[in-house]
């Protein structure tokens, strides 16, 4: 669940003229409009989008008109005032909250699809035209987690004794709930171990602290090559997004999975027992989701080369002596890939916000 509400003033007014001014009417909504690469996407059958701009709506402007692409989600409209009277030096302060629904698409740029948010806030003068405010906002949706109603059950959230003669009901999840829900799932270290291996033999053992991220961690993993039968010369990983569209809306029937790389680690490991990696999770990226016309999701890609035809490394039998291992010219070497899925999940909104400052002060002239 994802609400949107601001202690800031939402809309103020100022006329400085020596005559009262009079707006008609005020009224803000929040729409997410869906774009697509119409040469590789089938966008699903639905309503148009001015049906989808009116429907239920209590004023007469329409926020999405203009706009490109299809309206996916539009809440209805609220009043902030009607027939306002402003004298000279005079303002106003209005507030507005809304609550986004739990299945709502999160903020998304990829390759084929795009989901973006706005508030938009419309008001008229007496006798004027309608004027339009659009801000852009960002929504991060918590998806692919069990009910809330389990955490909400489960002893390590639970914070009041549960009461066996009361009937228990259903509870919408609250912000307070979803972090908490967020925390659980993240915070839980359960290292994994991996033994990489190719025809000829043991490569490397990885482990991975934990395989469930927020946006602005760290992935970080350890290489032990201690126990490898095969040389591994460099290895890399690199933190990618795999975009997939839904069957029902590819356009071509072969139609390959966007892939987009982001942090990327390489090092040279001949001759190296134990190493590690680091990469940050960029708080710029969309969590992992899926709707009926795209999905996301993450994974870790290694590409490893190796080679059987390397000299070891000589070892001195006097410790007084210095012994040099002159690398060979050229190597008889073999790459291999591996991808390794991994969870990312959204973050607090507060850390976002100080991660990535955006502008909180917009003006319309009316």
Request: aromatic content about 8%.
């Amino acid at each position: 669940m994802v609400t949107t509400g601001s202690p800031r003033p939402l809309f103020t007014q100022v006329y400085p003229s020596n005559l009262e001014e009079v707006l008609a009417w005020a009224s803000a909504q929040i729409h997410c409009q869906c774009t697509v690469d119409d040469t590789l996407v089938k966008f699903p059958s639905t309503a148009s989008q001015e049906e989808l701009a009116t429907a239920s709506q209590d004023t007469s402007f329409i926020p999405c008109r203009g706009e490109s692409g299809h309206v996916v989600l539009s809440t209805k409209p609220k009043i902030l005032f009607c027939d306002l009277k402003l004298s000279p030096g005079e303002s106003k302060t209005y507030i507005y909250r809304e609550t986004i629904p739990n299945n709502a698409p999160p903020s998304y740029r990829g390759q084929c699809v795009k989901y973006a948010y706005k508030i938009t806030v419309g008001t008229q003068r007496v006798n004027a035209v309608i004027k339009l405010l659009k801000i852009p906002i960002r929504v991060l949706v918590l998806y692919g987690v069990p009910d809330a109603q389990y955490f909400a059950d489960s002893e390590e959230l639970q914070v009041a004794p549960a009461n066996p003669f009361l009937q228990s009901q259903q509870k919408q999840p609250t912000i307070s709930s979803t972090l908490q829900m967020l925390e659980a799932i993240t915070a839980r270290r359960s290292p994994s171990y991996y033994n990489i291996t190719n025809q000829s033999g043991k490569v490397v053992r990885f482990c991975l602290l934990k395989s469930s991220y927020r946006l602005g961690e760290d992935i970080i993993g350890v290489f032990d090559f201690t126990q490898g039968t095969v040389k591994c010369v460099q290895f890399s990983v690199t933190l990618i997004s795999e975009e997939e569209l839904q069957e029902d809306c590819k356009g071509r029937s072969k139609q390959s999975i966007a892939t987009v790389a982001y942090n990327k680690h390489h090092e040279f490991s001949l001759h190296l027992n134990l190493t590690q990696v680091i990469l940050p999770i960029p708080l710029t990226v969309t969590p992992a989701f899926s709707t009926n016309i795209v999905s996301l999701k993450w994974k870790l890609h290694f590409e490893f080369v190796t080679t059987n035809t390397v000299s070891p490394m000589p070892e001195s039998t006097n410790p007084s002596e210095c012994v040099s291992w002159q690398g060979p010219a050229s190597l008889d070497v073999q790459t291999m890939i591996w991808d390794l899925p991994i969870d990312v999940y959204p973050t607090h909104p507060l850390q976002v916000a100080h991660g990535l400052p955006s502008k909180l002060d917009h003006m319309i002239t009316i």
